[in-house]
T-cell receptor, first 109, second 115 residues
């Protein structure tokens, strides 16, 4: 079956760096997405990786290793507003999005 | 100017009732989706339409029926509501389902509570 694994919850300190991991097993691969979802709100797109390597976008970076079925989202200079759930999703060979259950990130002052 | 708008935002109803949730997107996207997010926050795809044609129809009870009058609208009708239908329902749209960089834009969600 298809599977996305990510930690359920993580805690980090304001100003610090946190890395949220995602491992996947899917039928084919057409890209990996990270979305951010604040409590009570809709998910919003953060990043897309289809080739191996690091994609940097301001304080957020996303890394992909297709051979290892692995990605991470790196958040630098954490701010209180970064407290949210981070959803990893993989597009399989049929262009179906397979979603992880999300990682709830708690930022402490 | 809201990109993906869905109504109502909140819906509280009794078991056995029938209700509808409406969704509209003004992004000119070809594909629209309905997702269900339960209390454990897991996003589950229900339906997807590409240019008014049903392309994804996951295993959901046939009490749920989507309707797409045109590619900018995708409505969800639910018959004989059950307690387990309580969840947040998200509408979403994307440029084209059949492309790799298929970024979804979500509506604000409709929180359905069945009593």
């Amino acid at each position: 079956g298809q599977n996305i694994d990510q930690p359920t919850e993580m805690t980090a300190t304001e100003g610090a760096i946190v890395q949220i991991n995602c491992t996947y097993q899917t039928s084919g691969f057409n890209g990996l997405f990270w979305y951010q979802q604040h409590a009570g709100e809709a998910p919003t797109f953060l990043s897309y990786n289809v080739l191996d390597g690091l994609e940097e976008k301001g304080r957020f970076s996303s890394f992909l290793s297709r051979s290892k079925g692995y990605s991470y989202l790196l958040l630098k200079e954490l701010q209180m507003k970064d407290s949210a759930s981070y959803l990893c999703a993989v597009m399989d060979s049929n262009y179906q999005l397979i979603w992880g259950a999300g990682t709830k990130l708690i930022i402490k002052p | 100017d809201t990109a993906v708008s869905q109504t109502p935002k909140y819906l509280v109803t009794q078991m056995g009732n029938d209700k509808s949730i409406k969704c509209e997107q003004n992004l000119g996207h070809d594909t629209m989706y309905w997702y269900k997010q339960d209390s454990k926050k897991f996003l589950k795809i229900m339906f997807s339409y590409n240019n008014k044609e049903l392309i994804i129809n996951e295993t959901v009870p046939n009490r749920f029926s989507p309707k797409s009058p045109d590619k900018a609208h995708l409505n969800l009708h639910i018959n004989s509501l059950e307690l387990g239908d309580s969840a947040v329902y998200f509408c979403a749209s994307s440029q084209d389902h059949f492309s790799g960089a298929n970024v979804l834009t979500f509506g604000a969600g409709s929180r359905l509570t069945v009593l």
